[in-house]
């Protein structure tokens, strides 16, 4: 019998599919879940294009399915996987969740919060770049490839 570790890799893998997800309804390819307690409590990919709105990417997506489920403003003792690196709308509105952690995949060197340092994120919010990055790049390379 196989056992699957429920480790950064494998909802980073869950994020990634849900970003597939985006890719395949023409839309940037990011996905996102939050996990709590070791359960995906909430999954969402960016929907900019379909709900004509440019604040429904993945991660604010996430954060109200999330909410929702605990019933909770606040995401306390949660963790975002996303596959890129929050832009600063998604960072600011993931301080204001309290998030215990923020994991993600892809750098983005052009609207990544990074441009800005770490003060769009709450300061008890720990952050781990780079998991499984470069398939998430690679997803994002391949949707852009396509457009041009």
Do not use: W
């Given at each position: 019998m196989e056992t699957f570790a429920?480790?950064?890799?494998?909802?980073?893998?869950?994020?990634?599919?849900e970003a597939k997800k985006a890719f395949d309804s023409d839309e940037v390819p990011v996905g996102a879940?939050?996990?709590?307690?070791?359960?995906?409590?909430?999954?969402a990919h960016n929907m900019?294009?379909?709900l004509t709105d440019v604040t429904a990417h993945a991660e604010?997506?996430?954060f109200t399915a999330a909410s929702n489920f605990l019933?909770?403003?606040?995401?306390?003792?949660c963790t975002l996987y996303v596959t890129l690196e929050p832009c600063v709308m998604c960072a600011g509105a993931g301080f204001w969740t309290q998030l215990d952690r923020i994991v993600f995949?892809?750098?983005?060197?052009?609207?990544g919060y990074g441009l800005f340092g770490d003060k769009l994120i709450?300061?008890?919010t720990q952050i781990k770049k780079g998991v499984l990055a470069d398939e998430?790049?690679?997803?994002l390379r391949d949707f852009f490839r396509m457009k041009r």
């Open positions: 429920l480790d950064d890799e494998y909802f980073m893998r869950a994020a990634l599919s879940v939050i996990v709590c307690k070791n359960r995906i409590i909430a999954r900019t294009e379909k604010m997506l996430a019933g909770a403003k606040y995401l306390q003792d995949g892809a750098s983005d060197e052009k609207r709450h300061p008890r998430c790049a690679e997803l």
